[in-house]
């Protein structure tokens, strides 16, 4: 091996080191102009399964994503403004930042740009409503679905089983 070789495989690792370190000061939004709400989503300890959407202030739809299973999610991309931030949870049942019931009582969020706004969100204190539907004869009514309303707007739903056992949580 001729001593050529060993200084162009020098000067190639110099590059590539010089642009790997060019690389690592990419800032963290790679579009200007843009921010996010990010958090965990609990039930006390324990991380929670949900959906999340971002909501412009006149409760158009604006952005979506998924917890992990940490409870963790964000939502990437928004625009500096103000959302509403709503978590879509088991059941069906809706919450809104801050522990609101409903979007129009939601709290606004405030995104900056290139800022990522925490919103950590508890679930707010829940139980479950259960039961057995049955025909006129005391049949059990297979797959009911059942629907749970509050002051008239649907606040959760879900299936029953083929023997009309059915839980809806809350």
Not at 65 to 79: I, S
Not at 93 to 109: F, G, M
Not at 135 to 154: K, Q
Request: charged share 15%.
């Amino acid at each position: 091996m001729s001593r050529a070789v060993p200084k162009r495989l020098g000067l190639a690792a110099v590059i590539l080191i010089t642009a790997m370190m060019g690389l690592s000061a990419i800032p963290a939004f790679a579009d200007p102009g843009t921010g996010s709400i990010g958090g965990h989503l609990m039930d006390g300890d324990t991380p929670i399964s949900a959906f999340v959407v971002a909501y412009s202030p006149d409760n158009s739809w604006i952005a979506e994503t998924f917890t992990d299973e940490n409870g963790f999610y964000r939502l990437d991309g928004l625009t500096p403004g103000d959302y509403k931030v709503g978590f879509r949870l088991p059941g069906f049942v809706s919450q809104y930042a801050h522990q609101k019931l409903s979007l129009d009582a939601a709290d606004l969020i405030t995104v900056g740009d290139g800022e990522e706004v925490l919103l950590d969100e508890q679930v707010l204190p829940h139980g479950s409503i259960g039961g057995q539907v049955t025909t006129s004869t005391g049949e059990p009514s297979p797959n009911p679905y059942i629907l749970v309303y509050r002051d008239f707007d649907l606040f959760a739903q879900n299936a029953g089983d083929a023997e009309g056992n059915y839980v809806v949580p809350y």
